[in-house]
């Protein structure tokens, strides 16, 4: 874990919070990049300070925090532009509509925006605000123009709004995942998938029984996602093969969307051949032979319907053993017992190089959660990792790969 904390190490990063419910989580994100050995120098908005304090932003980065353009102290040498050049990055979280709109077009009245607009260095931005104003054309469009000039986005995520009864997509990222982003971006040459293809699975898959009903996997897609924004950022051009999730496509990533697992599998094989398959979605292991057009009614009295049902593709087989199999194949076993054992089997009976292996029962929460507890087994043995989040989950497997790949 030691070497994961020091990825920023003597990197310097100009934090800029801005107004809004998630900038307590700027706290948190100043301690995750400092553990990482990043000297953070914090920027607060006006609004920002209705939030959170100067003196909890400061005391938390050492530093001392700005917040006036017209500072006669900070000021008296040109000290926006001196913010604006003298860092590695600038980091913007949480990054409200407000500012984005700023950023979008060129705006410059208040410290914040000047210093965007006067840097020569990386921008990454972490947006926060309430579902429809992200959703809203003009903050659509906004982003666009921003991406269109090389700004870089972290999230935002689906889940709970602070407004009661308001959910969707909005929510800040989490520290840890924005942290990872800017040592990711900071790591710049340190790309060893640069020209190699990759492609994952991720989320479950949904059988339909009838038009409302269906079988599935309680798989959330995080894990998936998380590996295919790993692979991206080492390099490799990756495509994602998502199932129906709730949370958002991961950046450079292209993503195709399907429901069922025949139409995964006739996905995955599209994209062959490639160098990297890692196939992490839990897909239903049985479909409905014939689903039902109408939805089917429950009568008084009678039986259940009997369902009959025809087992799905086996895409980590096929893929494993096809014509085409990629250099490295990865697959995922998700087990309540016999951990070991079972993803032994399932490594040998696959085709492939690696199975990564975990315990899935209800008491764990790894199914849905933000953390994960592997075992990475090969046909030369077996490693067990720590309890990790799943984005370091990603990171280590992603390298892992990386590895692989360059021994072969």
């Known amino acids: 874990m030691a070497g994961l904390f020091m990825e920023l190490g003597g990197k310097r990063i100009l934090l800029i919070i801005t107004g809004g419910i998630a900038a307590y989580k700027s706290l948190d994100l100043i301690r995750r990049l400092r553990e990482r050995g990043a000297d953070v120098r914090p920027v607060m908005t006006a609004a920002a300070q209705e939030f959170v304090t100067p003196l909890a932003v400061g005391a938390l980065s050492a530093s001392h925090v700005y917040s006036d353009l017209f500072s006669r102290e900070d000021e008296q040498d040109v ?3 001196r913010l604006a050049r003298d860092c590695d990055l600038v980091l913007v979280a949480p990054a409200s509509a407000d500012l984005l709109a700023k950023m979008a077009h ?3 009245n208040d410290l914040a925006s000047t210093v965007l607009l006067a840097t020569d260095k990386p921008v990454l931005a972490a947006p926060a605000m309430n579902p429809k104003m992200w959703s809203a054309p003009a903050t659509q469009r906004n ?5 269109a000039d090389g700004i870089c986005f972290v999230g935002p995520m689906r889940g709970e709004m ?3 009864g308001e959910a969707g997509l909005g929510r800040m990222a989490e520290p840890v995942e924005i942290a990872e982003t800017a040592a990711a971006l900071l790591r710049g040459g340190d790309r060893p998938l640069e020209g190699r293809t990759a492609l994952v699975t991720s989320g479950p898959t949904h059988e339909p029984i009838d038009p409302v009903r269906y079988i599935a996997n309680r798989s959330s897609g995080r894990q998936g996602h998380a590996i295919a924004a790993a692979l991206a950022r080492l390099g490799a051009d990756v495509t994602l093969v998502s199932g129906p999730v709730t949370i958002p496509d991961p950046a450079g990533v292209k993503t195709i ?14 994209r062959l051949p490639v160098d990297i398959a890692v196939m992490v979605a839990a897909v239903a292991d049985w479909r409905v032979a014939t689903s039902s057009d109408q939805k089917i009614k429950k009568q008084a009295g009678d039986a259940p319907a009997p369902l009959i049902l025809t087992e799905n593709p086996d895409i980590l087989k096929t893929v494993g053993h096809h014509v085409k199999r990629p250099r490295v194949v990865v697959g995922f076993a998700a087990e309540t017992q016999d951990i070991e054992e079972n993803a032994l089997r399932k490594l040998e009976r696959k085709g492939a190089d690696l199975i990564v292996a975990n315990d899935v029962s209800p ?12 075992k990475v087994l090969s046909p030369t043995g077996v490693e067990a990792w720590p309890d990790l989040t799943k984005d370091e989950v990603a990171d280590r497997l992603a390298r892992l790969i990386a590895e692989r790949l360059a021994e072969r």
């Not at 982003?143 to 991406?147: I, P, Q, T």
């Not at 969307?257 to 599209?270: Q, T």
């Not at 764990?364 to 507890?373: E, Q």
């Open 79 to 81: 000290g926006h532009i």
């Open 143 to 147: 982003v666009d123009m921003l991406r």
């Open 363 to 374: 008491e764990t929460g790894i199914m849905g959660g933000s953390r994960n507890r592997v």
């Open 257 to 270: 969307h399907v429901e069922r697992a025949e139409e995964m599998h006739s996905a995955v094989l599209s």
């Open 162 to 164: 602070a407004e009661s």
């Open 106 to 108: 060129g705006l410059a």
